[in-house]
């Protein structure tokens, strides 16, 4: 069974500093890996996603991820933080060649951002 | 496309109660999840939805818990004779066939007191 693992579960910066957030992933092949923001009381926003093909990944909002497949990680940055970005973030891998295309969800990582 | 609704936002229940949550979907989606949240965690599988068939449950959709998606259009979740332990938000979210990376909506946080 897949499983993440988001060793932060705070983390704060200043506006307009770079910003990565931590995300490791168990699976057995490929697995397809996604990056989701919360606001408080909300549902899930999906920031990036990455199937195959280039380890890099840009997503909205001025996010990317990078895969490394040696580390077991899939690591989202920001190179300058807003204070709009002030959220929780989850990381998730969901099994390829999963009829279901269920996810499994890290436990978060709760970003604050001082102004 | 006015994204996935879920009705109501907010439920405070006496224990032992019974409480119904509905989803309805992006229209065109024939896919539709239910994944529990508790305070501090990450989204939990529920069950999952193809059209109104119901594919999958996970272990922790316990005999109290029912989802039913009768048109293949809306769902709802019923939650019979609540204990304490269904505090959560319940998120709905709904995608393709073969399709990653779901919608999902803004939940129902339900509180048992």
């Known amino acids: 069974a897949q499983s993440v693992t988001q060793p932060d579960i705070h983390i704060t910066v200043s506006e307009g500093a770079s910003l990565e957030l931590r995300c490791n992933y168990s699976?057995?092949?490929?697995?397809?890996l996604f990056w989701y923001v919360q606001s408080p009381g909300q549902g899930l926003q999906l920031l990036l996603k990455?199937?195959?093909?280039?380890?890099l990944v840009q997503g909205i909002k001025g996010f990317e991820a990078e895969f490394k497949r040696s580390q077991s990680s899939f690591n989202l940055r920001k190179p300058s933080v807003h204070w709009s970005d002030a959220a929780e973030y989850f990381c998730a891998v969901g099994a390829s060649g999963n009829a279901g295309n269920m996810l499994t969800f890290g436990g978060g990582t709760r970003l604050m951002v001082k102004p | 496309d006015t994204g996935v609704s879920q009705d109501p936002r907010h439920k405070i229940t006496k224990r032992g109660q019974n409480v119904t949550f509905r989803c309805d979907p992006i229209?065109?989606?024939?896919?539709l999840y239910w994944y529990r949240q508790t305070l501090g965690q990450g989204p939990e599988f529920l069950t999952y939805f193809q059209n109104e068939a119901q594919l999958e449950k996970s272990r922790l959709l316990s005999d109290r818990f029912s989802a039913e998606r009768p048109k293949g259009s809306f769902s709802t979740l019923e939650i019979q004779r609540t204990e304490q332990g269904d505090s959560a938000m319940y998120l709905c979210a709904s995608t393709f066939v073969g399709a990653y990376g779901y919608t999902f909506g803004s939940g129902t946080r339900l509180t048992v007191v």
């Open positions: 990455y199937f195959s093909g280039d380890t």
């Open positions: 229209s065109e989606h024939n896919r």
């Open positions: 699976y057995g092949a490929t697995p397809y």
